[in-house]
């Protein structure tokens, strides 16, 4: 072989690769972000894409991301919204979508929620993920929560009428 056609196969791996890659990201929806939250604490057993702390949310509040299967009983887990005194203000199901998160440990499913909520009034609540428990055993029992802010609900007048 020569210099021409040796050079000409590694531009094709290449760009083979750069493609697979690209493919690869697209096809399985996983953000860099979340596959660098993964693999910097690989004991992590949640990672929330689209939701942060201190977030101002409105209902119903939409957000999704990564959890160890064991968090999942038949492919969902409950969410719930509280208010500063532990309320609860709504709940939702975590429902499970794929079945690995692409280049992520394959320990870990993708999930979205969708959870309508009332809140009483302006201020702080908590999103809490509880991890699936079905045994009830205190020592399988887990739940995360990220902080949030809501504001106060709207009130709509009706027009006075003699």
């Known amino acids: 072989m020569d210099k021409e056609h040796i050079i000409f196969g590694f531009i094709t791996l290449a ?9 690869y990201f697209q096809f399985f929806g996983i ?7 993964i693999e910097s604490d690989p004991e992590s057993e949640i990672v929330v ?4 702390a201190g977030t101002l949310v409105t209902s119903p509040l939409e ?6 299967e064991s968090w999942f ?3 969902e887990f409950v969410v719930t919204m509280r208010d500063e005194e ?16 692409g280049t992520v440990p394959n320990r870990y499913r993708s999930f979205t929620v969708q959870m309508p909520f009332t809140p009483s009034s302006a201020g702080d609540g908590v999103v809490v993920l509880e991890k699936s428990n079905p045994t009830g055993d205190a020592e399988y029992a887990f739940s995360y929560g990220i902080s949030v802010t ?13």
Do not use: C, H, N
């Open 15 to 23: 760009l083979v690769g750069v493609m697979s890659y690209i493919f």
């Open 86 to 101: 532990g309320k609860i203000l709504g709940e939702g199901i975590a429902t499970a979508g794929d079945s690995s998160a």
């Open 49 to 52: 894409s689209d939701l942060e």
């Open 63 to 68: 957000f999704s991301g990564y959890a160890d």
């Open 150 to 162: 809501f504001s106060a609900p709207e009130i709509v007048s009706e027009p006075f009428i003699e």
């Open 31 to 37: 953000s860099e972000r979340t596959q660098v939250e």
């Open 73 to 75: 009983e038949d492919g």
